[in-house]
């Protein structure tokens, strides 16, 4: 039984002010869901207004940060390590498409991320999807195997088992209000992010870790994708941003 997860990619938006104010209403609006996991990826310099604004115990919502270095610490400026975000929160996407095109990330540099998520305690959302044109030359398999494996790399199965969120997101339907199908997407969760998984590390693992969707999720299309059986959650752009239409797509996970 895998829970489902809900997590909001707030981008570059809401600084510490906004941040906290769309937190509050999230917050209030979500008071007492259970059965499904929360979380909330703001900017960086949002992340402290949100972490000290937490119940010290048994809040629902968890937070994410949107990056991190591979180093600890050292001579990288605008940089923040992993290590500097573990007393802030729990989570990290990793390997986002618009880092992998609009800074170059490789899947080396993911990869070395990826350990240092991990080795700091905190829990990585690794995203992978493909391109347009590597969709229609057919290449989606060979695309999405290469991310997850050459992410992946030599990382145990220990280190993966529980903690590894991977989202599937195809490029092409991130912020363009073109959902892939839900049938699509879980077949590209299932017979290429599992069965890579299940090469990698045995199907008991391939099995637990969860797999998220992420691409132009809305209210209207989320039950479509959670009906889905190798779907298990959601990585929300545009939609979370407004607390109403998170908060139902939360509500729909439940
Ligand atoms: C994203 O960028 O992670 C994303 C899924 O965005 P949107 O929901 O806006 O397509």
Not at 98 to 126: C, F, M
Not at 180 to 193: C, D, F, H, K, L
Not at 218 to 243: C, E, H, K
Request: glycine content about 10%.
């Amino acid at each position: 039984m895998r829970t489902p997860l809900i997590a909001a990619n707030w981008k570059m938006n809401l600084g510490p002010e906004g941040g906290l104010a769309l937190y509050r209403e999230v917050r209030r609006r979500l008071q007492g869901v259970r059965g499904v996991e929360i979380v909330l990826c703001p900017p960086f310099v949002t992340l402290p207004a949100l972490a000290a604004a937490r119940p010290a115990t048994r809040s629902n919502i968890a937070l994410g940060a949107q990056d991190c270095h591979w180093a600890s610490h050292g001579a990288y400026t605008g940089d923040v390590s992993a290590p500097m975000l573990r007393p802030l929160c729990e989570w990290v996407i990793i390997g986002h498409s618009e880092r992998r095109e609009g800074h170059g990330e490789s899947d080396a540099l993911i990869h070395k991320k990826l350990h240092a998520v991990l080795d700091a305690g905190l829990r990585p959302i690794l995203c992978v999807g493909e391109g347009r044109a590597a969709r229609e030359a057919g290449e989606t398999a060979s695309v999405i195997r290469g991310q997850l494996l050459d992410g992946l790399a030599d990382l145990p199965a220990a280190q993966v088992r529980e903690p590894l969120v991977v989202a599937y997101e195809p490029i092409w339907a991130i912020g363009s209000g073109q959902a892939a199908s839900a049938v699509e997407a879980n077949r590209v969760a299932g017979i290429i992010v599992r069965a890579a998984l299940s090469d990698h590390y045995g199907e008991q693992i391939a099995a637990q870790v969860r797999v998220l969707y992420g691409g132009s999720v809305t209210p209207a299309n989320i039950a479509d994708f959670l009906r889905q059986p190798d779907i298990d959650g959601a990585l929300v752009g545009g939609a979370s941003l407004d607390a109403a239409s998170f908060a139902a797509l939360v509500k729909a996970a439940q």
